[in-house]
């Protein structure tokens, strides 16, 4: 069974940065694919950043140059570094898996950009 545990949100200023963990449990390794997601309020969940077992990182145009995935094998840690943050990225952030084609998610975990 995938689990995935996400920590790290919280408030930060337009501007300021945070850093997202998710945890991977059994391993990181039993993981296709791994990415995160957000959803605002009224709005449909997207995707903001994917990050595949070989290499690839794909990124959402609105975050582009300033989210950075990242992976720790030794930690089995998945993590979002957001950098230049702005209000628009205000959202609950998902931390997904992908087993077999088979969708897994956090509980999520908020963060909130504001002055």
């Known amino acids: 069974q995938v689990q995935l545990v996400e920590s790290g949100g919280g408030l930060a200023q337009p501007g300021g940065s945070l850093k997202l963990s998710c945890v991977v449990s059994?391993?990181?390794?039993?993981?296709?694919?791994l990415g995160w997601y957000r959803q605002a309020p009224g709005k449909q969940r997207e995707m903001v950043a994917i990050?595949?077992?070989?290499?690839?990182?794909v990124y959402a145009d609105s975050v582009k140059g300033r989210f950075t995935v990242s992976r720790d094998n030794v930690k089995n840690t998945m993590y979002l570094e957001m950098n230049s943050l702005k209000s628009e990225d205000t959202a609950v952030y998902f931390c997904?898996?992908?087993?077999?084609?088979?969708?897994?998610w956090g509980q999520g975990t908020q963060v909130t950009v504001s002055s």
């Open positions: 990050s595949k077992q070989w290499g690839s990182r």
């Open positions: 997904y898996g992908e087993l077999s084609r088979t969708p897994y």
């Open positions: 059994p391993s990181i390794f039993s993981i296709d694919t």
